[in-house]
Structures are given as C-alpha cells and as structure tokens.
C-alpha cells in the first residue's frame, strides 16, 4: 500500500522568507506526485504535479517541487513566501495503475507580515 | 463548466439521523470520489467509483454507502449518523485514466450531535 509523509505540521515563516515543505512516499512502482493547497475556508486546488519527464515541476504562484527518485521524496519549495501563502498544504501520490489518491497529513503554513 | 458541486455546505445532524451529501460535475467524468478531512489526518478516501454503476470501497468506508446511477452524480449516504463521522467531505472528480488530475469540490462541513 502506498503512504505519504509531511513531516512539517505546522511551519511560520516571515515574509520573502524562503519556503521548503518535506514530502516522503513509499510506493515502490511508478507514482503520480501532486501538491494542493487549501486557503482557509476554500476547497482544495492543485499547485502542481509530477507525472513523468523532468523532475523539477513548477507550479503557480511561484511554488516548485522535485522529485527524487531514490529519496522517494517531492519536496515543496518557493523562493520568497507572501502573507497570501498562508494557507494547508497536502502532499499526495497516486500508484499503482489505479486512480486512488493517498494525501500526507497536511502541513499549516502561516505567513507573518 | 460549474465544475465540482457539492450541497449542502453545512448541516448539524443528530446521532441516528440519516442524509445525503450530494455530490455533482459536469465534466463528464469518469472518476468520482469522496473523501474525509480530519485535523491532523489529512485527506481520507470514503467510496469510490469508475463509472456509472460502479463503486469501490476507500480506506475508510464503514457507514457511508454511494451509489452511481450517472455519470454526473455521485451522492454519499449516512444511514445512521454517529458522532464520529462529524468532518468535512470533499467530492472529487477525474477523467479515467492513470495520469489525470483529481478536482476537488468546495465541501460540506458535517456536524453530528
């Protein structure tokens, strides 16, 4: 079965601070790799994604993430956080062949002016 | 496109009382999940379902039952609610396939008394 872990609960930060949230995967076979975010009160969105191809991702808002394989790890990273990047963010990977996400736990960022 | 739909936003129920989540898209498609939020546990997988007249158990199925009579609908039903099953649900929908990307509803945020 596959799992996923966000070792970082809860991260503050200052602004233009930089930013780097841990995700670990186990799953031996070919995985999807995604992060969401989710603003207070709002719903999940899709930062970015890892499917195949070139393992540094770049998604919006400025965040990227790599994947590296022999570490099973996708790390999240953005160079200068903003006061509107406080928000939980969600590590998840899909393997397998199937279309089951597993999410990490969650990491809270807050974002201090 | 609307999207992922979900109704109701917010409903207070007490232990034994039965409901329904609705859950809508009108992306055509394939894929249709729901999921549990709990703090500190992340993204939880209830049912699942890869097309009309199919469904799946997820990690944590025990009182919740769906159904999919069509493509666009996938409601959640708790026969018997329990204080236990007090979280937010997500609805999450994809096209079939192994490297397609999950979008999530906006939630229903369940109280059980």
């Known amino acids: 079965a596959q799992s996923v872990s966000q070792h970082n609960h809860h991260v503050i930060l200052s602004e233009a601070a930089s930013l780097e949230l841990g995700c670990n995967y186990s799953?031996?076979?070919?995985?999807?790799l995604f992060w969401y975010v989710q603003y207070p009160g709002q719903h999940l969105q899709l930062l970015l994604k890892?499917?195949?191809?070139?393992?540094l991702v770049k998604g919006i808002k400025g965040f990227e993430a790599e994947f590296i394989k022999s570490k099973f790890s996708f790390n999240l990273r953005k160079p200068s956080v903003q006061w509107s990047d406080t928000a939980e963010y969600f590590c998840?990977?899909?393997?397998?062949?199937?279309?089951?996400?597993?999410f990490g736990t969650g990491t809270q960022l807050k974002v201090e002016l | 496109n609307a999207g992922v739909t979900q109704t109701p936003k917010f409903q207070v129920l007490k232990t034994g009382q039965s409901m329904t989540l609705q859950c809508a898209q009108d992306?055509?498609?394939?894929?249709m999940s729901w999921y549990r939020q709990d703090p500190g546990m992340g993204l939880r997988l209830i049912h699942y379902s890869v097309g009309a007249g199919i469904t799946d158990q997820g990690e944590v199925p025990n009182g919740y039952n769906v159904s999919r009579s069509t493509t666009e609908d996938f409601p959640l039903r708790l026969l018997s609610a329990a204080p236990s099953q007090t979280s937010v649900y997500f609805c999450?929908?994809?096209?079939?396939?192994?490297?397609?990307?999950?979008?999530f509803g906006p939630g229903t945020r369940l109280l059980v008394l």
């Open positions: 992306m055509n498609h394939e894929y």
């Open positions: 999450a929908s994809s096209l079939s396939g192994y490297q397609e990307t999950q979008y």
């Open positions: 890892y499917f195949s191809g070139d393992p």
């Open positions: 998840a990977v899909r393997g397998g062949g199937g279309n089951k996400l597993t």
């Open positions: 799953y031996g076979g070919t995985v999807n």
